[in-house]
Each structure stands twice: as structure tokens, then as C-alpha cells.
């Protein structure tokens, strides 16, 4: 898996893997509660019911991911979700850049994080085995999906040991900077690199990746005459 055919398939699938979670997903995940106290939010409130409405959100957004990406493709879907969690970071920056303070410092706040859950679970989180599963043929799909997996996990400890280190020495703002510069490389990643396999053959998609990154070309009826 690490020499041709294959490194490129390799690669990309490591490179997604560590993306899905190096963008902050878990950081939000684990400590919302303080991000929300952070923001102005007290009691209760910010402790249970907020991040309890986000994670109903983001159950929303895996159940219309699952219901057009055969309809739209996978690459639409994976990138509006990566852009909608740029678009999150930019209102988390502001929020905290600003101190924003009183009722729409809290909106503002609140919708960021939702924002955020949304675009990570209607791309990143519905999308990213699928292209695990369809990049290597069958003998090697395990283990595609083992080294994805290690990967991600291995971006999810840098997330869980530093995220709160972040959050004291470069602010709310600082850390959603750093979340959102990694978003942006992922949406270089995926934009450049991972192809629209709707509608394609297992076999076919092998071929995109022993081909170097490029569909094999279509062989036209005038090419089988004699």
C-alpha cells in the first residue's frame, strides 16, 4: 500500500483521515459546555440543553447527507459541509474577537456551533469511510480502513491534549482560527484530490487510483471496430 499503485490511494486516505479530526470536531464535541460558558451562557442551560440541541442538529444533517449523496454526488456534499464549517470558524472568530456581549453575542455564539456540527456531520462525518471503503480493492480494504482509522485517531489525542491548552493561551478566537486554517487545507485537499466516484464502479474507481488520479478514458465504440 505504501508503492505504486497504490501510495496515492494511501495518502489520500490518511490525509482525509487526519483532516476529519484535526478540524476540531471533538473539541467541540468534549467541551462545548465551556465554549458555551465562554460565550456568556450560564447554568443548566449551557451545560446540558445546548449541547444537547446541537448533537439533534447534527443527527439531522447525517440523515440529509444520506438522502442526496446518491442524488448530488459525493464531492457537492463533502465540500458545501467543509465550507459550511469555514463559514462556522468566521462566526466563531468574531464572536470572540468581538466579546461580543448580551443576546446576539450569545445567537451569534450559539449558531456558530450549530453551524459547525451541521457542516461536519452532512459532510465530513456521513462521507469520509465511504471513500475509505471505495478506494482499494477488496484485499485491502481492511486495512484502507485500519490505517484511516489510525489516522483519525491519532488527530483526535492532538485535539483531546491540547485543545484546552489552546483555548487559555490564544483565546476562543485563536483556537477557531487554527480549527478554521485546517478546514480550508481540508477543502484544498478534497477539492484537488478526491473524485466523484457517484455512479461509478468499485472497479472503476481502482482504476482512477492505479491510473495515477485519473479516470481510465472512455474507449469509444469506433475503437472496437476492426
Known amino acids: 500500500m505504501v508503492r505504486r499503485p497504490y501510495l496515492r490511494a494511501t495518502l489520500f486516505v490518511i490525509a482525509l483521515g487526519f483532516l476529519v479530526q484535526i478540524t476540531g470536531i471533538n473539541a467541540i464535541i468534549y467541551y462545548s459546555p465551556r465554549l458555551f460558558a465562554a460565550m456568556g451562557f450560564a447554568g443548566y442551560f449551557a451545560m446540558l440543553a445546548l449541547p444537547a440541541m446541537v448533537q439533534v442538529a447534527g443527527l439531522a444533517a447525517v440523515c440529509a447527507s444520506l438522502f442526496l449523496v446518491d442524488r448530488l454526488g459525493r464531492r457537492p456534499i463533502l465540500l458545501s459541509g467543509i465550507a459550511t464549517m469555514i463559514t462556522a470558524d468566521a462566526v ?14 450569545l445567537v451569534l455564539g450559539f449558531a456558530g456551533v450549530l453551524l459547525f456540527i451541521i457542516g461536519f456531520n452532512f459532510g465530513f462525518g456521513s462521507l469520509v469511510w465511504v471513500y475509505a471503503a471505495e478506494s482499494f480493492p477488496s484485499r485491502l480494504r481492511s486495512m484502507g480502513s485500519s490505517l484511516m482509522l489510525t489516522s483519525t485517531l491519532t488527530a483526535n489525542a492532538i485535539v483531546a491534549a491540547f485543545s484546552l491548552t489552546m483555548l487559555r493561551v490564544l483565546g476562543g478566537a485563536g483556537v477557531f482560527a487554527v480549527f478554521g ?22 472497479e472503476e474507481i481502482r482504476h482512477f487510483w492505479e491510473n495515477g ?14
Not at 92 to 105: E, H, K, P, R, Y
Open 92 to 105: 466563531l472568530i468574531t464572536v470572540f474577537a468581538n466579546d461580543s456581549d448580551g443576546g446576539t453575542g
Open 181 to 202: 486554517t485546517f478546514a480550508v487545507v481540508a477543502f484544498v485537499v478534497v477539492y484537488r484530490f478526491a473524485p466523484e466516484t457517484k455512479g461509478r464502479k468499485l
Open 213 to 226: 488520479g485519473r479516470w481510465p478514458a472512455e474507449r469509444s465504440p469506433a475503437a472496437d471496430e476492426p
